[in-house]
């Protein structure tokens, strides 16, 4: 596998990416989500700095994959605002004031994300190659030979170099789930979103999906925003760990200091059931 990827690290361990320097990327400010009288999300604060890998863990329905949904835009909060790269995702500023976000500015403010899904959600019609440069073409306007090098820099990042002409039901799941981050990553998004991306494969494919998004996580600058069960993965690759409860961050730190002296009960509580 090589290790050019969406922005490549140079030689003295600075960032290549001049928008990657540790200022604030992403910013929940009081934000609250209910599902009829269900409040999953409860005012809640917390900001990821550029460049940082950042695991959401939590008992199931703490609220970890609606913060990804509103980050893609595919619920709206009911209260407070969500800020990405310095832009209000849920709003825009029109004379002076704050406004519901349009259709316009979302889609703007929503390029600098990927996300990658549980279930692969690849076009089935589409070959591997094709899937990997759909969205470069059509919604970046980048040119067709340009976005097919892209995407063959990509598919030799995630192993998958010989599969580029085969269509997604030709490929195991986890090479499916390989050619969503490459997919995702075409897009050079400054921030890559994972939903408990190997929840749905068979278990011996997970290694090797886990080893490509390490591989990512270590040789590339992108911020990583992740929810996952697999706690030596987040372990591996986390900066900061959030831990959620009934909607809030109830405790928060290095994997070191969560993992091994985790100070609240009920991450205690969690991590003994999980790990
Ligand atoms: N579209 C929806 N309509 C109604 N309730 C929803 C909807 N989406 C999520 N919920 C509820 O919101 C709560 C939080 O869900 P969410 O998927 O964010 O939790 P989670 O922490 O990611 O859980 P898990 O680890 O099981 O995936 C759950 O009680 C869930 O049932």
Redesign the pocket.
């Given at each position: 596998m090589s290790a050019d990827s969406n922005h490549p690290k140079d030689h003295a361990g600075e960032t290549a990416n001049p928008a990657v320097d540790g200022t604030e990327l992403i910013r929940f400010d009081h934000v609250t989500k209910r599902?009829?009288t269900?409040t999953?999300l409860d005012s809640l604060d917390f900001t990821v700095s550029s460049g940082k890998h950042v695991t959401l863990i939590?008992?199931?329905?703490?609220?970890?994959?609606?913060?990804l949904r509103l980050l893609m835009t595919l619920l709206k909060p009911d209260e407070g605002t969500i800020k990405v790269g310095g832009e209000y995702l849920t709003h825009e500023e029109k004379g002076g004031k704050l406004v519901p976000a349009g259709e316009k500015h979302i889609r703007e403010v929503r390029k600098n994300i990927g996300m990658v899904f549980q279930q692969f959600n690849l076009f089935p019609n589409m070959k591997v190659l094709r899937n990997i440069t759909e969205a470069p073409v059509h919604v970046l306007g980048m040119e067709k030979d340009a976005a097919e090098e892209r995407a063959r820099e990509l598919l030799d990042l995630v192993g998958l170099t010989e599969h580029l002409d085969k269509y997604p039901t030709q490929l195991s799941g986890g090479q499916q789930q390989r050619v969503a981050i490459a997919r995702a990553l075409a897009m050079r998004p400054q921030v890559l979103l994972l939903d408990?991306v190997t929840s749905a494969l068979d278990p011996e494919l997970v290694a090797g999906v886990l080893d490509v998004l390490r591989d990512i996580a270590h040789t590339t600058d992108i911020t990583m925003l992740c929810?996952t069960h697999e706690m030596n993965f987040a372990r591996d690759i986390s900066d900061d760990v959030l831990m959620?409860d009934a909607g809030r961050v109830i405790e928060s730190g290095s994997p070191e200091k969560i993992f091994t002296e985790p100070e609240h009960e009920r991450t205690r509580e969690f991590l003994s059931a999980v790990l």
């Open positions: 599902f009829g269900n999953v939590g008992p199931s329905g703490s609220g970890k994959t609606t913060i408990e929810v959620f």
